[in-house]
């Protein structure tokens, strides 16, 4: 019966029938009807202007934070991710095309110009860089166009095609793991069914070429965001419950994605819960649900995430991901619309409000999609429904200092005591293969990056090497590295001079 008011709805959506019928017959409030005509016809509401947005009481941060409309003219504004040179990309699915918001230089808060990446593309969604390449995924394929000195340059390739776009949630999104390989998570085409394809409602893992697709995990409904923890890399993605069983079930899922597991969906929901219309799990013999890492509120939505470096912040902020609620669309009274802060504790994650105040009273004045953190430590947050991003960062001088001004020179006063009674030789291989194993050359050695680390030796030294590791700084994750394993980097970095000297 709810399956086939869900059926039907989405019906009278697509035949564009009157939707005023629906909410006088009480279907649907009207707040949802605002929050669909946006999911399904980009109808979004007026961008705050700045005047509007800072300290004025519209929007509630934690004590201390200050907001900024970095961009009011991103109608649509979808994923984010910066590039090397610190410009943010967005992509607009709605527009078909990825465009870049030039860093701000001259500090009044806002974006420096924007301009077109790439277009034509067909509700590009997810988007990431890989040795000198942006991805882009796309509704039904995943392409590649080389990216240098802030311009995507030559053609645009198709790397996996013959995905299905079709249903419900036909946005895809892409990202680089701590292990170089492409993840990319797919949604399901229904609220809830079996599917005939069986990579939708999974995480797929891709070589960088597109070659060697396999499915991750399955069960996965609609899991839009996901990012790695910087202190044990594991693989945390967001994940939509199902819909019309309820105001209050179920939760919406943050899941700890490990391969091979299985993640409820369309058998089980919320805690493992068996899904009404469903029936029993017909290869219940082969696999168990995994419960969920974190419940959100049902219908909150929770879509972009991001792990948030934040040794510079002030205030209680270890272990945190950051995850945007884009909030309900039925749900008799409209919840969500907000970015919450997740706090990784030992006895589990507690969830509290980071950035708010969207909800006014069932006036909606924004929806948050992404969340992402600038090499500025700042955090980025698109806005589809007002098309925007917002931009928090906390007042703290030397906070906003740029990546180029931060290695002037920090060698150390002398060589640590450990140098000399250290085999280099054997020290640097190991921090070679340390360097391949994290992959560390996919930023550093990625085309127009900002922070090569050739020439390393003349201007840091082993301590401030070692620092750069044990406290990196955004984008730079924080690897989980032994405190030799930080020497034998530094080693490896720091050589030649070093190496070729100890036989001296
Ligand atoms: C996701 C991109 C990324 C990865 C992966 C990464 N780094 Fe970095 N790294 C950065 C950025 C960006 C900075 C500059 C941060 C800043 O100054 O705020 C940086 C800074 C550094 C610095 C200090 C350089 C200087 O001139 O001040 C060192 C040393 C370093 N990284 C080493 C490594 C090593 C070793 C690895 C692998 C274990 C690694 N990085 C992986 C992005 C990355």
Redesign the pocket.
């Known amino acids: 019966m709810k399956k086939l008011a869900y059926a039907l709805l989405v019906l009278i959506l697509l035949l564009g029938a009157p939707l005023a019928l629906l909410v006088n017959s009480g279907v649907i409030s009207a707040s949802s009807l605002k929050m669909i005509a946006n999911t399904q016809f980009g109808i979004g509401v007026e961008s705050p202007s700045i005047d509007e947005s800072g300290n004025n009481g519209i929007y509630q941060l934690p004590p201390g934070f200050t907001l900024q409309v970095y961009a009011d003219d991103v109608p649509k504004a979808r994923f984010l991710r910066f590039t090397?040179l610190g410009d943010l990309l967005v992509s607009r699915p709605h527009k078909g095309d990825v465009i870049l918001l030039r860093e701000d230089k001259n500090g009044d808060g806002r974006h420096d110009g924007l301009e077109t990446v790439v277009d034509g593309l067909n509700r590009p969604q997810g988007i990431d860089f890989h040795q000198g390449w942006l991805y882009i995924a796309e509704r039904e394929q995943v392409g590649r166009v080389r990216f240098d000195k802030g311009r995507a340059i030559g053609d645009y390739e198709s790397i996996i095609t013959g995905l299905t776009g079709d249903g419900n949630h036909w946005s895809k999104t892409l990202r680089f793991g701590?292990d170089g390989k492409l993840y990319l998570a797919q949604g399901s085409t229904c609220n809830v069914c079996v599917e005939e394809d069986e990579r939708r409602a999974t995480m797929m893992r891709f070589n960088p070429d597109g070659s060697g697709g396999e499915i991750f995990a399955t069960g996965l409904r609609n899991s839009v965001g996901f990012d790695w923890s910087p202190w044990d890399n594991g693989l945390y993605a967001t994940d939509n419950g199902r819909d019309l069983l309820g105001d209050d079930f179920p939760v919406c899922e943050l899941n700890l994605v490990e391969e091979g597991n299985f993640y409820g969906w369309p058998y089980f929901n919320d805690n493992n819960v068996p899904d009404p219309d469903m029936g029993p799990d017909p290869q219940a013999a082969n696999r168990t649900p995994t419960s969920p890492a974190h419940g959100f509120k049902a219908h909150n939505a929770p879509l972009g995430m991001t792990f948030v470096e934040t040794s510079t912040w002030k205030g209680d902020f270890e272990r945190v991901a950051l995850v945007a609620l884009h909030g309900s669309w039925n749900r008799s009274s409209p919840d969500g619309y907000k970015v919450v802060s997740l706090h990784f504790t030992n006895s589990g994650i507690e969830e509290r409000d980071f950035l708010s105040g969207f909800n006014q009273d069932g006036d909606i004045l924004g929806r948050p999609v992404d969340v992402l953190q600038g090499?500025d430590?700042a955090v980025y947050v698109s806005d589809d429904y007002a098309g925007a991003v917002y931009r928090i960062s906390q007042e703290v001088s030397g906070l906003q200092?740029?990546?180029a001004g931060?290695?002037v020179n920090?060698l150390d006063e002398q060589a640590p005591p450990w140098l000399a009674t250290s085999n280099l030789t054997a020290m640097a291989t190991e921090?070679a293969q340390?360097?391949q194993?994290?992959?560390?050359?996919?930023?550093?050695e990625s085309i127009g990056?900002?922070?090569s680390?050739k020439g390393?030796n003349e201007?840091?030294g082993y301590n401030?090497?070692i620092e750069?590791?044990r406290e990196?700084?955004?984008?730079?994750?924080l690897?989980p590295?032994t405190e030799l394993q930080q020497k034998q980097?530094?080693v490896?970095?720091l050589q030649p001079e070093d190496i070729s000297d100890s036989g001296q």
Request: net charge positive; glycine share 4%.
């Open positions: 090397p701590p090499p430590a200092g740029n990546i931060r290695s920090k921090g340390l360097y194993h994290y992959n560390c050359a996919s930023c550093h990056t900002t922070v680390l390393l201007r840091l401030a090497v750069s590791l990196a700084r955004a984008p730079m994750p690897f590295l980097i530094a490896y970095l």
